[in-house]
């Protein structure tokens, strides 16, 4: 298998089950639409039919095999091809407690249903770093600095860091402005409560409502673009709702240029999210991606009595 920007053909998740006293006696095609999301009772039977599912001890199964109390099954999932980005991570920080990594637009912290190679996770897996795992998030087409535990030990108290306000976090942005909202020199606090938003049918997507929002914006220039003006920000949050940044910029109307959730309506998000790769519809965008980059980075150490201070490098695009 070669890795590296490069397609990998072979891409196998497996996952393994032990069945435990509150399925003892279901019958196999209904224990795996119970455990795994997405699957109909249909489909995992032709899932166990087709031979991608194993049950141990057992020789020979079928959909309706009774399941025994610790018996194992393991169930493999042919994922499509993927490309991973492993040339494009870079290690910004290192010691025994910690890494922080630069984590490229494209590539996910942790797995999902359909990408399972192109992540941190599996990144750090691939490069040797046993017990090393992320103790924050980045949004997928969001690129910059990300803190990982370099030991297993060490992750929960990175994370009760994370979960307090220790860490100082700057993001860079590029914002569509065609109506110059943003000047240079502008500095300016957004206050706006968030929520999940009601009027959309897009189950994650934020908008206003009771939870405590604050973002700081200081506007360090401005460009021109064929598609338009955009103003450069920096960007500073008290508080760390989900997609804060993107959501108080858009309700600005100076959406990040390149997000397809925030930047454009629902039946746009649901189209590219089904044609990622159409042409016409990544036409309507500045960049392929949005433009929100996780700049710089400092937090506490978790062992020694001092502060770690981090910035990765703007990407090409800025």
Not at 31 to 45: E, F, H, Q, T, W
Not at 165 to 172: A, E, I, L
Not at 289 to 314: C, G, M, N, Y
């Amino acid at each position: 298998m070669t890795i590296d920007g490069t397609l990998i053909e072979e891409n196998i998740r497996e996952r393994r089950f032990e069945v435990d006293h509150n399925f003892d006696g279901w019958r196999l095609d209904k224990y795996l639409a119970n455990r795994i999301d997405g699957m109909s009772r249909s489909l995992a039977g032709r899932v166990a039919k087709g031979g991608n599912v194993d049950v141990i001890p057992r020789r020979k199964i079928k959909a309706g095999t009774r399941l025994r109390l610790d018996d194992i099954v393991i169930v493999r999932e042919e994922l499509e091809p993927e490309i991973v980005q492993d040339h494009q991570v870079s290690i910004l920080y290192e010691d025994e407690a910690m890494l922080v990594l630069y984590k490229p637009a494209g590539m996910l912290v942790h797995e999902t249903a359909t990408v399972r190679l192109n992540t941190v996770t599996h990144y750090l897996d691939r490069r040797g770093f046993e017990g090393a795992e992320p103790v924050h998030r980045l949004d997928r087409e969001t690129s910059g600095a990300l803190v990982c535990a370099r030991q297993n030990r060490f992750a929960a108290p990175l994370c009760e860091l994370f979960a307090g306000d220790d860490p100082d976090k700057v993001y860079r942005a590029l914002v569509v402005d065609s109506d110059r909202r943003w000047r240079s020199g502008d500095c300016e606090s957004i206050d706006i409560p968030l929520g999940f938003d009601e009027s959309s049918d897009l189950p994650h997507k934020v908008g206003r409502g009771d939870l405590e929002a604050l973002t700081h914006v200081e506007v360090m220039g401005r460009r021109k673009e064929e598609a338009g003006e955009l103003a450069d920000l920096k960007v500073t949050i008290e508080t760390g709702r989900q997609h804060q940044i993107r959501v108080h910029l858009a309700m600005q109307n100076t959406p990040v240029a390149g997000d397809k959730l925030y930047a454009m309506d629902d039946e746009f998000f649901k189209a590219i999210c089904d044609h990622p790769d159409d042409d016409e519809l990544l036409a309507k965008l500045p960049f392929s991606r949005h433009a929100l980059h996780a700049w710089k980075i400092s937090l506490s150490h978790p062992v020694e009595d001092k502060r770690v201070s981090v910035e990765a490098p703007l990407p090409q695009i800025w």
